[in-house]
């Protein structure tokens, strides 16, 4: 698994180069997209890069109805939400996963990113300040899927796709909306754009994965022995299910 460690856009958290790493008026690096147009959320985090054993780890639960890997996934996202606690303010926040239209729903019988999120804040800040609305936001028409869709092409697919089904609970408060991956930032953007419209102090966004600009530049992840001991034997716990047909 690939870690994305330093040198991200402070806004996105994309990846910069040095002839990229362009600072905004508070200092901070901001890439050349988020220096161009302010995005609509106030900042972006994911725990790894979306290749090799996450990305495996990401298909098996949302293609395979892996549910184990949810556990493994959820960990990482507590991981990433803890790079937000000191931006985050001390009053409660809402935590909104991004949802599945519901003919999807039906098909996978459960939405990747709630169980995701609900593992992540087990883990998280203490109970109370982190409050959890998993049905506060709704995907009211079905999209075809992203892949293979250019940045522009993405926002078209998602545009108009989400609403706000609990008003109440995002009017005047944080929210940090929950995901697997980060691709080019169309749908997170876009449920944050409707968020805000109903009444959101400020949207943040976490996610397990995010797609990078490629380099040659790879970390190993370093993970304490327990916790790595933990998540080895998850993940093959999972594989070991596939196999079964499980």
């Keep these: 698994m690939q870690p994305i460690g330093v040198g991200v856009c402070s806004v996105c958290g994309d990846r910069l180069f040095s002839a990229y790493a362009l600072s905004s008026n508070d200092g901070e690096p901001r890439c050349g997209l988020c220096r161009r147009v302010e995005p609509v959320f106030a900042r972006a985090v994911a725990y790894g890069s979306y290749e090799g054993g996450l990305r495996e780890l990401i298909h ?16 990482m996202l507590a991981e990433a939400l803890a790079e937000l606690e000191a931006e985050l303010p001390a009053e409660p926040i809402a935590v909104i996963p991004v949802p599945l239209h519901r003919s999807k729903l039906r098909q996978r019988e459960y939405n990747h990113a709630e169980l995701i999120a609900r593992v992540a804040l087990k883990l998280g800040p203490a109970e ?4 959890f609305f998993p049905t506060a936001l709704e995907r009211n028409r079905e999209t075809p899927s992203q892949m293979g869709l250019t940045s522009h092409q993405r926002r078209e697919n998602v545009r108009g796709a989400f609403g ?18 980060y691709t080019t930032g169309a749908t997170v953007s876009e449920c944050a754009r409707v968020l805000r419209r109903a009444g959101s102090a400020k949207v943040w966004v976490v996610t397990v994965a995010r797609t990078l600009k490629a380099s040659e530049q790879h970390v190993e992840i370093q993970l304490p022995a327990e916790a790595a001991d933990s998540a080895a034997s998850e993940i093959q716990d999972v594989r070991l299910a596939r196999a079964a047909g499980i």
């Design 128 to 131: 109370g300040r982190l409050q």
């Design 164 to 181: 706000v089904t609990d008003p109440e609970a995002v009017k005047g408060r944080d929210v940090l909306l929950v995901d697997d991956v």
């Design 60 to 75: 098996l639960l949302k293609y395979a109805g892996m549910r184990p890997a949810a556990n493994v996934l959820g960990r």
